[in-house]
């Protein structure tokens, strides 16, 4: 029996397609999903385990009946979740230490609510674990985010408290997640954390003195008067939840560094402290290039109004602008803001090496930063504020000596910055709000509004098409928006003064005192 015969297209076009399976399955798996499926399933087989461990039966867990169903309706929570952070904080997939510390968390409180389900004055720690989630969550992300895990996780931990019934814990929880995430947006002050607490602590007792007393009724209905909780107990229980709100508050206030830390982040309130300028690494800045100082100064005002006109975090733009050139601080009068009007230290370097310096510059801050115990958040405005542009000026020097020598022109990749380029908005907002102020401060003549809009159109659409922004998420409409705030900062910074009128008798006596001095 003869084969049929496969035609030579047919044949590239079936293994054009068994490659593009291949592909999509080969990006599947490095997209970080499988993982991030397998953790949430381990997540799922451990909150079950907890939550089925020490029931009033006698084993140790209970039947499997109930802990089949509890399984069930877990995962089912779990698959929610895990589709939640799939659509509102999709860097979690990717980052899996991340993920990890949720789920560690996570676990924690859901230990602590059940072993509190074992003693009847501790059942509402199962509400100050669900606070604890929220105020967490509101400050390592963003309160859409906190709002939504930290209700998926009250309804797991309403399984873990069989003391009380579902309903009553589960809105006593909900009352304080709410509260929490819709109050907690940042923390500038010490007293925010005790401001929430507070709000919170209201919210839980109110909540739960109104379904302590519904439920108080049904039973009155049902049960009879002599079995129905006491008026005193629900007032009691409401105030154990509403105490127990209050003291996380507090307790996190008092852990708020370890929590920056686990979670790599930096409140506003420390961004705070280290915009301070007796902060030892902007001392030396001040000190030992005190032109770049002033330029980082100038940037974090022009970046901050920047990124409040889009929504953004304008204290972090600021803060990051201050030491987002701290690397100059090695070879200062090698950058023309510390030069004095001296002559450049490039005259005696080829186009080569004075390269090598200007980008140095950036690996330099990294190593000050890190050796100095700059935040994560901040060190990204370092790393990312050239991104990968080219260093034109030392380029086309470069490119004249090759004419002159008849030699084939430099690569342009070998004088490019080595990035990474901008990853969030704040970095993009100080990539242009950098670039610009040093394009303003070199035009020659006069400085006017008109001429600062162009300036900083040019270069925002030059960063534009160059793709330094195609990782941070930027639309053209913040751009535009964007472009106005910087213009607006530069022209006030730049704007025209007037002559003074001076008195011609004072001119003469002034000019004798100097010749005696």
């Known amino acids: 029996m003869s084969k049929k015969k496969i035609s030579a297209r047919r044949k590239q076009v079936r293994e054009n397609i068994a490659a593009l399976r291949y592909g999509k399955v080969a990006d599947f798996l490095n997209s970080g999903i499988p993982i991030s499926i397998l953790m949430l399933l381990i997540f799922a087989a451990a909150s079950t385990l907890i939550i089925a461990f020490g029931s009033e039966s006698n084993g140790i867990f209970r039947p499997w009946q109930d802990t089949s169903s509890i399984a069930a309706i877990i995962l089912?929570?779990?698959?929610?979740?895990?589709?939640?952070?799939?659509?509102?904080?999709?860097?979690?997939?990717?980052?899996?230490?991340?993920?990890?510390?949720?789920?560690?968390?996570?676990?924690?409180?859901?230990?602590a609510s059940r072993l509190g389900?074992?003693?009847?004055?501790?059942?509402?720690?199962?509400?100050g674990s669900a606070v604890t989630s929220a105020i967490i969550l509101s400050i390592s992300y963003n309160q859409r985010f906190a709002l939504g895990m930290s209700l998926f996780y009250s309804i797991i931990a309403s399984f873990a408290v069989g003391a009380i019934p579902k309903v009553e814990i589960l809105l006593t929880m909900t009352a304080g997640v709410v509260m929490c995430t819709y109050t907690l947006k940042e923390i500038r002050t010490r007293m925010k954390l005790l401001e929430?607490?507070?709000?919170?602590?209201?919210?839980?007792?109110?909540?739960?003195?109104?379904?302590?007393?519904?439920?108080?009724?049904?039973?009155?209905?049902?049960?009879?008067?002599?079995v129905a909780r006491s008026k005193l107990s629900v007032f009691i229980n409401s105030g154990t939840a509403a105490g127990i709100t209050f003291v996380v508050g507090l307790l996190i206030q008092a852990l708020l560094p370890l929590i920056e830390?686990?979670?790599?982040?930096?409140?506003?309130?420390?961004?705070?402290?280290?915009?301070?300028a007796n902060q030892p690494l902007l001392k030396r800045l001040a000190m030992e290039a005190p032109g770049t100082y002033s330029h980082c100064l100038l940037i974090g005002s022009v970046a901050e109004a920047a990124a409040e006109s889009i929504g953004v975090n304008g204290l972090l733009c600021r803060v990051g602008a201050y030491y987002h050139d701290i690397g100059k601080i090695n070879k200062p009068r090698y950058f023309v803001e510390n030069q004095m009007g001296s002559t450049s230290s490039h005259d005696q370097l080829s186009?080569?090496?004075?390269?090598?310096?200007?980008?140095?510059h950036v690996k330099d801050g990294i190593e000050m930063a890190k050796e100095y115990g700059l935040p994560a958040i901040l060190r990204q405005f370092i790393e990312?504020?050239?991104?990968?542009?080219?260093?034109?000026?030392?380029?086309?020097?470069?490119?004249?000596?090759?004419?002159e020598k008849q030699a084939p022109p430099p690569s342009e990749t070998e004088f490019r910055y080595p990035g990474p380029k901008p990853q969030t908005k704040e970095s993009a907002i100080l990539m242009l709000a950098d670039v610009v102020e040093g394009a303003v401060r070199s035009l020659?003549?006069?400085?006017?509004?008109?001429?600062?809009?162009?300036?900083?159109?040019?270069?925002?659409?030059?960063?534009?098409?160059?793709?330094?922004?195609?990782?941070?998420?930027?639309?053209?409409?913040?751009?535009?928006?964007?472009?106005?705030?910087?213009?607006?900062?530069l022209a006030g910074h730049y704007h025209g003064r007037i002559a003074y009128p001076k008195a011609p008798d004072a001119i003469p006596a002034r000019e004798e005192k100097q010749d005696e001095n």
Request: charged share 20%; net charge negative; glycine share 6%.
């Open 76 to 111: 089912l929570v779990c698959m929610a979740g895990g589709y939640y952070v799939h659509q509102y904080e999709p860097k979690i997939i990717k980052h899996h230490t991340r993920a990890l510390a949720i789920i560690i968390m996570f676990l924690i409180l859901l230990a």
């Open 196 to 226: 929430v607490g507070v709000l919170a602590a209201l919210a839980v007792f109110a909540v739960s003195l109104a379904v302590g007393f519904i439920i108080r009724s049904n039973e009155v209905h049902i049960l009879g008067v002599e």
């Open 261 to 276: 830390r686990a979670f790599k982040i930096a409140t506003s309130m420390t961004l705070l402290d280290f915009s301070d």
């Open 384 to 403: 990312t504020h050239h991104g990968t542009t080219l260093i034109e000026y030392f380029y086309e020097q470069a490119k004249k000596r090759s004419a």
């Open 444 to 489: 020659a003549g006069e400085i006017t509004p008109n001429r600062i809009e162009s300036v900083v159109h040019n270069m925002a659409m030059k960063r534009l098409q160059d793709g330094q922004f195609d990782e941070c998420e930027l639309t053209l409409k913040e751009l535009s928006q964007i472009e106005v705030s910087v213009a607006k900062s």
């Open 117 to 127: 389900s074992f003693y009847p004055e501790w059942t509402y720690l199962a509400t």
């Open 351 to 360: 186009p080569a090496m004075s390269q090598l310096v200007i980008v140095g």
